[in-house]
């Protein structure tokens, strides 16, 4: 049995064991390079499948080797990024070697819309808004409960809904996924989304075909309406016109209505009458954008669901320097991997704040400094260590129980740095300080900024301590 026939009999006795959209990014372009001894050696095509395979199934492999080759009791990983090239044949090609067994990784359905009742189309739900996935911090708990509350009992409660706020916040995440709840509650409800966009185009459509009062009774039977970003109806009267008969009907037979838009009723401009009674009729709420702690824990979920491995230190730069809309935060989050996969390079601080810089010039990048610190990220370790160091102590009694004065302002200034600085939350700080509690972190912090109302000293040691960190 030569290299290439082991590998595949590894890969047919993993892949029903293993999720199929994980077997099928990890494994691909994988292949044994030798299997001499007692080693098996792997050629992986980039970092990212290295530490994976390696993680997570390396047991699994060896286990499946062991049952052709015996002698097998270790596997190493190599990078071999050759095995990605079509030239290259060893590395596996997996759409090949399952092709009766493994249905294609499912992609995003080319269909864009599906017909729910006869002359009704909706367009396809995306499987992957959810309400569970949705993350909540204190500011979006409330738009979330009334969305989790109208998919429990749609048409009752609150109807219509309407959700409003800047974009790249949410909105389309949260009525989809009301959306897919109903439909998961009861398959036979019938639940239509569209953009507004849609809605007029359909509208455009019908007076084509000189067919408006068919129109008019088209969305009769529908449960559920969802129409996303309603602002685009603006100055569009006979759309507008057509849009409150449907709504009137909906709402006068309790079926439930969902709308979102970028402001709030009172604010929406170039509707014929003034819309607000209607939208208000139900429940209004705005989505906002969430604090550093709930965008930090939409970063690491899309790291897990993107199956990648990405240190904090630079996970907490993207939340703390993204403050527009959790797009940008994911935008910037895929680009980076999408480059350090080419680069076969794990993703660092330098490379974000590069790219950042590239996206908004003219704004500051809080916590890199590219002039004094071309090389080095900020990270909390950096800070301990430069506060130790300024006060001449060790890191360890920096965050240690040493209760002495001589450590325990340095203490309190390094937790009012991390505060400040990198914004951490006093929990994370507390954590990093031997497990204290955030209160006392709090009151470590609020210690530092009264006294720094009058103390020259503390003053001028915080702005050196700043400064060699690298923060002016
Ligand atoms: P909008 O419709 O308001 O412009 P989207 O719903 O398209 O915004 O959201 C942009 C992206 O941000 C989506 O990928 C969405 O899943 C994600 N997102 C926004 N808010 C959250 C959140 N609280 N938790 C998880 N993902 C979020
Ligand atoms: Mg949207």
């Not at 729910?116 to 979006?140: A, W």
């Amino acid at each position: 049995m030569d290299d290439r026939e082991l590998w595949e009999s590894i890969l047919f006795r993993l892949e029903p064991t293993i999720q199929k959209t994980h077997f099928m990014t990890w494994f691909q372009d994988t292949a044994v390079i030798d299997s001499e001894g007692d080693t098996l050696i792997v050629g992986v095509p980039n970092p990212f499948a290295r530490d994976w395979l390696e993680k997570k199934y390396n047991h699994k492999i060896i286990q499946a080797a062991q049952e052709k080759k015996p002698e097998i009791r270790y596997a190493k990983y190599e990078i071999h990024s050759s095995l990605t090239d079509k030239e290259d044949c060893r590395g596996t090609n997996l759409q090949n070697l399952f092709k009766n067994s493994v249905k294609a990784v499912r992609k995003i359905a080319n269909k864009p819309e599906v017909k729910v009742l006869p002359g009704v189309s909706s367009k396809i739900l995306n499987e992957k808004y959810t309400l569970h996935n949705f993350l909540i911090g204190t500011e979006n708990r409330l738009p979330h409960a009334v969305c989790e509350a109208v998919a429990q009992n749609p048409g009752s409660l609150y109807s219509p809904l309407f959700v409003y706020g800047d974009v790249g916040l949410g909105k389309t995440h949260l009525l989809q996924a009301i959306g897919n709840q109903i439909l998961h509650n009861n398959p036979d409800k019938v639940v239509v989304y569209l953009t507004s966009e849609q809605f007029v185009n359909e509208i455009v459509n019908a007076i084509g075909k000189k067919n408006t009062k068919g129109f008019k009774n088209r969305y009769r039977n529908v449960d559920c309406l969802i129409v996303d970003d309603i602002q685009f109806l603006a100055n569009k009267a006979q759309s507008q016109e057509e849009f409150f008969h449907t709504f009137n009907h909906l709402y006068d037979n309790n079926k439930q209505i969902i709308l979102s838009s970028d402001k709030p009723p009172r604010e929406l401009n170039g509707f014929e009458e003034r819309p607000q009674s209607r939208f208000n009729m139900g429940m209004v709420v705005d989505v906002v954008l969430p604090e550093y702690e709930t965008r930090l824990a939409i970063l690491q979920r899309k790291c897990q669901e993107n199956q990648i491995f990405v240190t904090p230190d630079v996970l907490e730069f993207i939340a703390y320097n993204i403050t527009n809309s959790i797009r940008e935060l994911e935008g910037i989050l895929l680009q980076m991997i999408a480059r350090s996969r080419v680069e076969q390079t794990t993703p660092n601080m330098k490379m974000v704040a590069t790219m950042l810089k590239k996206l908004h010039c003219d704004r500051e990048i809080k916590g890199y400094n590219f002039e004094t610190q071309p090389e080095g990220p900020k990270t909390s370790a950096d800070i301990v260590n430069t506060v130790a160091e300024y006060f001449n102590i060790t890191s360890s009694d920096l965050v240690g129980p040493v209760r002495r004065k001589e450590i325990m302002i340095p203490r309190q200034i390094c937790m009012y740095i991390l505060r400040h600085e990198l914004e951490k939350s006093f929990e994370c700080i507390g954590a990093q300080f031997g497990g204290r509690s955030h209160t006392t972190v709090m009151h470590a912090c609020s210690k530092i900024s009264k006294r720094l109302q009058d103390d020259e000293r503390l003053i001028r040691d915080l702005n050196s301590i700043k400064q060699t960190i690298g923060f002016y």
